[in-house]
Each structure stands twice: as structure tokens, then as C-alpha cells.
């Protein structure tokens, strides 16, 4: 149990300095992994920006991720979800592109004016407070190596077995403080998991 992501942060950082992880950029999926991904810049001695996706939710339940888009436009797609349902082709496309839009405008609004990141030869490590299905963070690996990126590090505070095994497909390496087999929420690993306000976000960016 972490009491808090601040706390989640630290430990993660630990962890990955244990690990002998190195990076010249750490990059936090607003808003929730902003506090953590604050620990361990800092702890890295590296930069923070952002990077973010949405996810692409079923047409009856908008929790239960058929995908995920970044907002580049990089997609990841639950193929055996989609075949098992029959999910059409055109619903996909256009959760793709509303979401896309948000994930952009996310993107807009925590980097304002700084000009785009360039990835090229970089060594980043992904953060956010938990994974849970490995869906955002999937479309964020994946469009951190398509930016050229010379290694790519998932790191979270907790996630499930399962997911942390589909991320080895995605990152060079997968950090972890916990891996619970029983796992429901994220939230559930947290004592205080209050949302984070974007005056919260914005200050991790700035410190």
C-alpha cells in the first residue's frame, strides 16, 4: 500500500536506480502519473514532460478498453476483443479520431508553448501511478519508439502479472514496485488517491 503517489514516486524511483536504470527523459501520462513521475526525475537527475493517450472504450462499456490512441495518432488494438464482439470497423475509426483529439489537447495543455520533443537517440523511461489493462501505456511505448527512441522503460508503481508480461512486447524494460495476482483497481494499492488538479499537474512540470 502506498499512502500516496508522492510515495509511489519514491519508491518507483528507488527501484529503478536498484535496477541501474539511466534516462535523459522522463515522460509522465497526466495527470495522475505527474506526481510520480516528478520522484523520479528527480531521483534521475532528468527532465519531465509528458506524454499521453486515451483509451478506446467498447461501444456498451467506455471502462473496458478495446484500444488506445496517442496523440500522434499511434494505435493499439485489443484484436481478440474486437473479432470476439464484432466491434465495426467504423465505430473503431471514430473513437480513434474523438479520441486522438483529447489525447492531443491533453498533450497542448500541459506543454503549451514548448516546442515538440525530440525523441531521436533518447533514453526515456514512462510513468504513470499504476497500470491496470496496459492500454495507454501501450499506445505511449509505442509512439516513443516510433519517435526514435534509443530505449524505452515502462515504470509504475503497481500492475498486474499478465500486463506486465504484454509490456515486455512494447518497452526494452518493465519496472515495478508491486505485482499483485489479485488486482481490481489502481486505486486500490493507494491510502489517498485523490484526482489530481491541473494546477497540481502543471506544478510537477515546473518544479
Known amino acids: 500500500m502506498f499512502k500516496d503517489r508522492t510515495d509511489a514516486g519514491k519508491q518507483l524511483a528507488k527501484l529503478l536506480t ?7 527523459l522522463v515522460l509522465a501520462i497526466p495527470r495522475g502519473g505527474l506526481p510520480v513521475g516528478r520522484a523520479v526525475a528527480d531521483r534521475l ?22 484500444g488506445a490512441v496517442a496523440s500522434d495518432g499511434t494505435v ?46 533518447e533514453r526515456a523511461v514512462i510513468v504513470d501511478d499504476g497500470i491496470a489493462t496496459g492500454a495507454t501505456m501501450t499506445a505511449c511505448a509505442r509512439q516513443v519508439r516510433n519517435a526514435a527512441a534509443e530505449r524505452v522503460v515502462v515504470a509504475a508503481p503497481v500492475a498486474p502479472p499478465d500486463t506486465v508480461e504484454r509490456l515486455y512486447g512494447e518497452a526494452d524494460e518493465v519496472i515495478c514496485v508491486e505485482t499483485p495476482p489479485y488486482f481490481g483497481a489502481v486505486g486500490e494499492f493507494y491510502e489517498s488517491f485523490d484526482q489530481v488538479s491541473d494546477e497540481r499537474a502543471e506544478a510537477c512540470l515546473s518544479d
Request: aromatic letters at 6%.
Open 76 to 121: 493499439w488494438l485489443n484484436d481478440s476483443l474486437l473479432a470476439r464482439f464484432r466491434i465495426r470497423e467504423s465505430y473503431v475509426a471514430d473513437q480513434i479520431g474523438r479520441q486522438r483529439e483529447v489525447a492531443a489537447e491533453k498533450l497542448k495543455r500541459y506543454r503549451g508553448d514548448r516546442p515538440p520533443l525530440d525523441l531521436r537517440g
Open 18 to 24: 536498484d535496477h541501474d536504470v539511466e534516462a535523459d
Open 45 to 66: 537527475d532528468a527532465p519531465l514532460d509528458v506524454v499521453s493517450a486515451r483509451k478506446l472504450g467498447a461501444p456498451w462499456n467506455h471502462e473496458l478498453a478495446i
